[in-house]
């Protein structure tokens, strides 16, 4: 069975940082990307980032920039996000989700909860 | 970036009824449309991937069709299950961008 999990969020401060993990199972890791997405509160759903499946390229929606960047372990089937200089509008609950053939992604994970407040 | 609008944006139903959503990409996007719902407090499931393709355990009653800049996601009887926020979703260019969402509530 497929499986991603998020883990990592919590409370913090404006300009501090924080890192997002999303262990797989259930599939080869290392054959899939992995994308980020997520969704503040009230809002809709913004895609974050991807990093491709040998972690040789990452994309990121511009308004995290320089300040979000991806990693992974293959051997761990770990993907992490490093996030940054968070800003309260970073507030919302993340989701990682597996890349897919189609160029979409499915299935997603349940989320892990940032809240950036001062 | 490519802006992706989706109509509408929210709609009261009934059990039973069809229903259809509409989302129009600002630019061409081939077939690179995936559909997906989300209940409150869960994770989004995908439903149809490449504009038309019924994802696997997905239900035969949505179905999805279009392609370059105009897609729909039709819903042929609506079930309890399905009163949640249906959103769209273009695979083609990144950033890739969602649309707004379409709120289906119960009339």
């Known amino acids: 069975q497929v499986k991603l999990v998020e883990s990592g969020g919590g409370v913090v401060q404006p300009g501090r940082s924080l890192r997002l993990s999303c262990a797989a199972s259930?599939?080869?890791?290392?054959?899939?990307?992995v994308h980020w997405v997520r969704q503040a509160p009230g809002k809709g759903l913004e895609w974050v980032a991807v990093i491709w499946k040998d972690g040789s390229y990452e994309y990121h929606v511009d308004s995290v920039k320089g300040r979000f960047t991806l990693s992974r372990d293959n051997s761990a089937n770990t993907v992490s996000l490093q996030m940054n200089d968070l800003r309260v509008e970073d507030t919302a609950m993340y989701y990682c989700?597996?890349?897919?053939?189609?160029?979409?992604?499915?299935?997603w994970g349940q989320g892990t909860l940032v809240t950036v407040s001062p | 970036d490519i802006q992706m609008t989706q109509s509408p944006s929210s709609l009261s139903a009934s059990v039973g009824d069809r229903v259809t959503i509409t989302c129009r990409a600002s630019?061409?996007?081939?077939?690179?449309l995936a559909w997906y719902r989300h209940k409150s407090g869960k994770a989004p499931e995908r439903l149809i991937y490449a504009a038309s393709t019924l994802d696997v355990g997905v239900p035969s009653r949505f179905s999805g069709s279009g392609s370059g800049i105009e897609f729909t996601l039709t819903i042929s009887s609506l079930q309890p299950e399905d009163f949640a926020t249906f959103y769209c979703?273009?695979?083609?260019?990144?950033?890739?961008?969602f649309g707004p969402g379409t709120r289906l509530e119960l009339k």
């Open positions: 989700a597996r890349g897919n053939i189609a160029f979409d992604f499915d299935p």
């Open positions: 979703l273009q695979c083609n260019t990144y950033p890739y961008t």
């Open positions: 259930g599939f080869t890791f290392r054959n899939f990307a």
């Open positions: 630019q061409g996007i081939g077939n690179n």
